[in-house]
């Protein structure tokens, strides 16, 4: 039982660049979020899923699009990175009990 | 909207010494409350959480919170702080209802002085 998984966990890109950060749950949990943290600025709500095949935004949603095509796997995409989202991704689950479970993080630098 | 504010960004402690950490939220009506536990360079793990019911809630670690409606905070207590307690804590609340999206406080760094 691996819990919340996130790959890769450190990423360098060059601005324009694009990628895709995967979040992996194997405890069957129905939400699943992505974060974004800042330093000073706590963790802010990129997307978020309430099931497979649905998604929502968050509270920081541009620049970034997610999928949840299977209910495991959660999918954070950057179609042309900036490095105003050089930061740190956090993953996170739950199953409708409003306890969250995070993943250990990426490391993701724009230059 | 809700929000949550923990005015303290750094405290450092002696190990051994009480620890107290301050929280207080804005919503209209009770939300639930968590506070989160971030050591370096690790993702954030759950201490504790407050739905309803008794206003003192145990968590894991040794860790304590008390709910004060009135003055509208949730602030984390621990009697004897260990070393190894040193980390990023994040108190967090959620409203009743919303697909459990939670709102997080900028955080407040524990350093313990041995």
């Known amino acids: 039982n691996a819990g919340v998984t996130q790959t890769p966990k450190f990423r360098v890109l060059k601005t324009g660049q694009s990628m895709t950060l995967l979040c992996a749950q194997d405890?069957?949990?129905?939400?699943m979020y992505w974060y974004r943290q800042d330093p000073g600025m706590g963790l802010r709500l990129i997307h978020y899923s309430v099931g497979e095949g649905t998604t929502a935004k968050g509270e920081v949603p541009d620049g970034y699009n997610v999928s949840r095509l299977k209910k495991q796997n959660f999918l954070l995409g950057l179609e042309s990175a900036a490095p105003s989202q050089t930061s740190v991704y956090f993953c996170a689950s739950e199953a409708r009990t409003y306890e969250q479970y995070f993943g250990p993080g990426t490391r993701l630098t724009v230059t | 909207a809700q929000s949550v504010t923990q005015p303290d960004i750094h405290i450092t402690v002696s190990e051994g010494a009480s620890l107290e950490l301050r929280c207080n939220y804005s919503y209209g009506a009770t939300p639930y409350l968590f506070w989160y536990v971030q050591s370096p360079g690790q993702g954030l793990q759950l201490l504790l959480k407050y739905f309803s019911g008794d206003t003192l809630v145990q968590g894991i670690k040794g860790f304590e919170a008390e709910f004060k409606r009135s003055q509208s905070s949730f602030n984390l207590r621990k009697p004897s702080v260990h070393w190894s307690d040193a980390a990023e804590y994040f108190c967090a609340v959620g409203v009743p209802g919303t697909a459990s999206k939670l709102t997080f406080g900028t955080g407040t760094r524990l350093q313990v002085t041995l």
């Open positions: 405890m069957n949990h129905e939400y």
